[in-house]
């Protein structure tokens, strides 16, 4: 099964300093039909104006990871973590038994991130966060593993669920294969450049949602940038 999801149906959200859309359910914006897709509950598309951001706010009970697409987002939290993370890197928060964080664009211009909710495998236990740069050279023609919660991914970022989080960037014509179990649940958004999906075309920030496939062969239509959700 798999169902294209484009950009210009989504769930919309513009509060001036964010503009936002949702791929589920989030907020203000309630579809019944797209609650999640097995764990992954959360896939948010957020623009951020320069000098603006999330204020400090609490989460439990769920792993947060956040994709950049564009500038960067300074990160500050209740245990005393601060960082920024910039285009093309990725931070993760399990938010376990409470935290409380804040996110700030501090750049000159638009910061661009995915914001990716995964619901962890157990509730509780004690909060973490970490980032961590993943070079685009690096992921040229193939995926690499950003962040998971799967026995032998030990470079990605570690997170406490049954799922993973995927990047790759392919050039105009270029194939990779992702291949999945047919009982698992896949979601996958072009950052930049347009695809063809098992023969399905996906342009730039649709989400395509899968399962009860083998694999998912993806071709490159313009040079692309691909992140990927493999969740149970």
Same mark, same amino acid.
């Given at each position: 099964m798999i169902e294209l999801r484009p950009a210009n149906t989504l769930?919309?959200?513009?509060?001036?300093?964010?503009?936002a859309k949702h791929h589920f359910s989030f907020g203000q914006h309630h579809d019944p039909k797209r609650m999640g897709w097995?764990?992954? *509950?959360?896939?948010?598309?957020?623009?951020?104006?320069? +000098?603006?951001g999330f204020p400090a706010h609490p989460h439990a009970d769920m792993e947060i990871i956040t994709y950049v697409r564009e500038g960067a987002i300074t990160h500050k939290d209740s245990l005393g973590n601060e960082g920024r993370t910039e285009a093309g890197d990725v931070q993760v928060m399990s938010a376990g038994s409470g935290i409380r964080h804040a996110e700030y664009n501090l750049e000159a211009e638009t910061t661009r991130i995915f914001q990716i909710w995964i619901l962890?495998? %157990?509730?509780?236990?004690?909060?973490?966060? +970490? %980032?961590?740069?993943?070079?685009?050279?690096? *992921?040229?023609? &193939?995926?690499?593993?950003? $962040?998971?919660?799967?026995?032998?991914?030990?470079?990605?970022?570690?997170? &406490?669920?049954? $799922? *993973?989080?995927? +990047? %790759?960037?392919?050039?105009?014509?270029e194939t990779?294969?992702?291949a999945i179990d047919p009982s698992r649940h896949a979601?996958?958004?072009?950052?930049? +450049?347009?695809l063809e999906v098992n023969g399905v075309r996906v342009a730039t920030r649709d989400g395509l949602a899968a399962t009860e496939v083998t694999e998912l062969r993806i071709t490159a239509l313009s040079d692309a940038e691909v992140v990927l959700v493999d969740a149970a």
């Open positions: 769930g919309h959200a513009d509060f001036g300093w964010l503009n097995g764990s992954l *509950r959360v896939w948010n598309d957020d623009e951020i104006a320069p +000098g603006t962890p495998d %157990a509730l509780g236990g004690a909060p973490a966060w +970490g %980032a961590k740069p993943f070079p685009k050279d690096d *992921r040229s023609g &193939r995926f690499v593993t950003l $962040a998971s919660g799967i026995a032998g991914d030990e470079d990605a970022l570690p997170i &406490r669920a049954d $799922a *993973r989080v995927v +990047g %790759a960037t392919l050039k105009a014509g990779t294969v992702y979601y996958l958004v072009p950052a930049k +450049g347009e």
